[in-house]
């Protein structure tokens, strides 16, 4: 008898032992998917508790500030379930019904599984919880009004989990479902239009990103960032470590691999990488130049070339080769040739620094150049790294340059 | 805690691999701090020493505890200054420290200070409540946190030699309203607030006719005690 207890008692040992070594690694699990979904991006506030919400969120409506997502019943998501969570990641909508602004990325995570869901959600409920209460937000009239989202959502938003494309390997499927899904990569990479929304036929087509002034290049034109002329190691380099052969990361994507990309393991990193690679279209023959070189571009470049040999092939090389990783090759470069110069003219005024990364602890920056060349050396060392060495940008005017100036920096 | 302590390992386990690795081929970048930090040189100067810019500080020589902490305090957006909370934004704690031990060990020389502008009363009142103070409206002497010497304390007290008016009078009027803070007690802000703005022209004009000194070290850490509490000096 007592030994029958004995093995009773044990089988229920062993059973909450796994039960809890199950719910840890749902909650593992949980974590590297909360990562994957740069979900402390929007959520933890600079100086603020993690998932604890309140950061400004500008937009070109008003101001948003993001929600408190730690376990506290009272201003966090305490009393949601795991049903509550996967409607507001899959519909946009919140327990009550009430809609979201599609600030929050729902239209990419409608594409994530409900097993992926409920681990995240497993994973908030784990956190600290933090009694701060959400601010309101600060939007104009008439985007105050919430059911206008309705219209939003008619126009741009479709709800449905991702579906596998069977006619490809389940890499490229995995990859899909990671830069389409959590990583909601055409939240920034596709046109935005007036209306704030992103029409499907221009996924991943790039565009300018609203209040931050940031060209988000395209991911399906090799004329921009489309990596379909990268090797696979290039791009896994860039996405984990934030350098590569290639080309470094800048800008808002510095901060995607610095909060994100970074903690992705080998094969999600390789996945989203042939994914990518598989979506840019061939290489297509250049454009023939629109315009000849003007006697003013002439000269602009003349004069590009004086500062660019003094102040930037100590690194970036006399044939704008480089010194990668850190110092990137500028000859061949996408990011600087393509058609908007918007990129390359900020590096050159604000500089900037790569993320720190596990792969990459102590990253190289490159100087700001605001304060130490006029608009027009600004205008003339971009015209001519746009033109030398077989590049095929266009030249850019000092006006371009000035307008520049004054672009948010945080 | 834990994450910290792992973090600086690896840190000094890569500083160490680029000790090893002396032949550096040509085509890459030198493994050095000075190269790493190059994105801070137009503004600061190649070591720290400053430019011809009087906004933009000396570095050089200051206590890394201080220049950690400042790095610390862009980075997160507390001290709001555009150019520099971009370029921290994505840098990891342990990559700051040893941005901030490299700056702190650079010892260019001190700038000959140039001749004020402001009359002889005025840089009489600044010496005044530099090395005095004025205990009737509760504004303790430069002197009795910076140092005898001005040259400051380890680990947070900066040397207040080498800087131009033009930044002394900036920071101060950051603190009087407020966007310069600091680890709570906060003492430059409750110092500040008791500053007039001729107090500021005054004391930032005579901090700035200051000679250099042969040896602008910063003192050892405790080595006279402060008037008040210091959220960024912990005793």
Sequence with gaps: MGSKLSIALLALAAFTTSVQAQ?????????????????????????????????AMPTPFGTLYTSNITPDPDTGIGKWSADDFYKTMHSGRYPDGGLIYPAMPFASYTKVTRADSDAIFAYLRSIAPVNQKNRPHELRFPYDNR???LGWRTLFFSEGEFKPNPTKSAEWNRGAYLVEGLGHCGMCHSPINALGGTSQSDAFKGG???MQNWYAPSLTSNREAGLGDWSIKDITDLLQTGVSARGVVYGPMAEVVHNSLQYLDDADTKAMAVYLKGIAEGSTPPPASTVLPNTESSLLISLGKTVYDKDCA???GTQGEGKPPHWPPLANNQSIEMQSAVNPIRMVLNGGYPPGTKGNPMPYGMPPFAGLLSDNEVAAVVSYIRT???????????????ELRSAPLN | MFARVAASAVLVVTLAAFDGAAAQTANQAPDTMAARVEACTPCHGNKGEGTSDVYFPRLAGKPAGYLYNQLLAFRSGRRKYPPMNYLLEFLPDPYLEAMAEYFAGEHPALPQPVPS????????QGEQLATSGDASRNIPACVSCHGPGLTGMQPGIPGLLGLRAAYISAQ????RYGTRTAKSPDCMQLVAGHLTEADVTAVAAWLATRPALDNPAPVAKGTYALPFGCGSQPN
């Design chain 1, 23 to 55: 719910d840890k690694d749902i909650i593992a699990r949980g974590e590297y998917l909360a990562r994957a979904g740069d979900c402390t991006a929007c959520h933890t506030a600079p100086e603020g508790r993690l998932f604890a919400g309140g950061r």
């Design chain 1, 208 to 210: 300018l990103i609203p």
């Design chain 1, 147 to 149: 059911q206008l989202i």
């Design chain 1, 388 to 402: 030398a060495w077989g590049n095929r940008g266009t030249p850019v005017s000092a006006r371009e340059a000035n």
């Design chain 2, 117 to 124: 502008d402001v009359s002889k009363e005025v840089l009489a």
């Design chain 1, 314 to 316: 100590s690194c970036h």
């Design chain 2, 172 to 175: 101060l009027g950051a603190w």
